[in-house]
């Protein structure tokens, strides 16, 4: 158990629907990376936030947001969804910002468009 | 464009054997690699770091080396047990994201 908490587990919908995933760092971590795992493209890293601030970004559509709420929690909302947004959806956490802070992985959320 | 590589192809060996999984990177020099391992549904889990001017790290019996010649990054698992199956991940950061490559997963057959 990493001690990063992601909800749902499992999420259907239909396209066109709009849906949020959260997330909970360690206890103690500022940073949280959010990451798309699909089969054709592999783990994609798409935003991370430190202490509530927007830090870096990755190939995150616009149909995407995230923010980081002053509990550090997390959630990345997804909208418009299509087809290929059915993927596994990580949020990892890691104390600070440095490039070689060891980053711990949630459990993912697996979304499922229809 | 900067690229991470692992080999696609599942490995296959058998219990007690040395596993070597293969990370090639090109068009860029990482300052560190990271080697994950993921199981099927699960986050990946943080193994091991290995700097650029490190040739060497081993934690118990697992073995990563860097070679910046070769531009490559072998990873060793001594004395495979079944439990080791997974897809075993390799990362490169720059700033604060990580880039994996796309894994190669790893069958020990008892």
């Known amino acids: 158990d990493s001690g990063v908490t992601q909800t749902p587990k499992h999420l259907i919908t239909a396209t066109g629907q709009r849906v949020t995933l959260r997330c909970s760092p360690r206890s103690g971590d500022l940073s949280v990376y959010w990451y798309q795992q699909s089969l054709d493209q592999g783990l994609q890293f798409l935003i991370q936030?430190?202490?509530?601030?927007?830090?870096a970004k990755g190939n995150i559509l616009e149909r995407f947001s995230a923010q980081q709420f002053p509990d550090l929690h997390s959630e990345l909302n997804l909208s418009s969804l299509e087809l290929g947004d059915s993927a596994l959806y990580f949020c990892?956490?890691?104390?600070?910002?440095?490039?070689?802070?060891?980053?711990?992985f949630g459990p993912g959320t697996r979304l499922t468009v229809l | 464009s900067q690229k991470i590589e692992q080999n696609s192809e599942a490995l296959n060996i058998q219990e007690g054997k040395t596993a070597t999984l293969t990370c090639n990177y090109t068009?860029?020099?990482?300052?560190?690699l990271q080697w994950y391992r993921q199981d099927p549904g699960r986050g990946p889990v943080f193994l091991l770091l290995?700097?650029?001017?490190?040739k060497e790290k081993r934690k118990e019996r697992l073995k990563v080396t860097f070679d910046t010649t070769l531009k490559q990054s072998l990873f060793h698992i001594t004395a495979s047990q079944p439990a080791d199956s997974a897809t075993y991940l390799c990362?490169?950061?720059?700033?604060?994201?990580?880039?994996f490559g796309g894994g190669t997963r790893l069958m020990v057959k008892p």
């Open positions: 990362a490169h950061g720059a700033g604060n994201m990580l880039t």
């Open positions: 936030y430190y202490n509530g601030e927007e830090r």
């Open positions: 068009n860029y020099s990482p300052a560190y």
């Open positions: 290995i700097r650029e001017n490190e």
């Open positions: 990892a956490s890691s104390v600070s910002f440095g490039n070689t802070d060891t980053q711990y």
